[in-house]
Nanobody, 126 residues
């Protein structure tokens, strides 16, 4: 069964850190560009970060640049999103997906009908 499973969300104080994981089963992540998206209540899903297949080039939304780091461990079939200096506006459900096209370090967008995980909730609050 082809699926993505996110984990690592939780409640954290402003300024804190979390590491999200996205584990794939049924296929190898190293053949895919992978993206992290987030969706806050009442808002549209937005792209946060992407990592390309092959050379692991990365993309970050301006809102998270310098605070979030995306990486992959192909041996573990896992993509990570390290989040630091978290802000209340980072509160959202975070999803990983293969439904992206990585165009450059300044462009990554939703594309196609690939696989999405069910998400993990991140709440930043004091």
């Amino acid at each position: 069964q082809v699926q993505l499973v996110e984990s690592g969300g939780g409640l954290v104080q402003p300024g804190g850190s979390l590491r999200l994981s996205c584990v794939a089963s049924g296929f190898s992540l190293d053949y895919y560009d992978i993206g992290w998206f987030r969706q806050a209540p009442g808002q549209e899903r937005e792209g946060v970060s992407c990592i390309s297949r092959g050379d692991d080039s990365t993309y970050y939304a301006d809102s998270v640049k310098g605070r979030f780091t995306i990486s992959r461990d192909n041996a573990k079939n896992t993509v990570y999103l390290e989040m630091s200096s978290l802000k209340p506006e980072d509160t959202a459900s975070y999803y990983c997906t293969t439904s992206i096209i990585f165009e450059s370090s300044s462009s990554c967008r939703r594309y196609g009908s690939g696989t999405w995980g069910k998400g993990t909730l991140v709440t930043v609050s004091s």
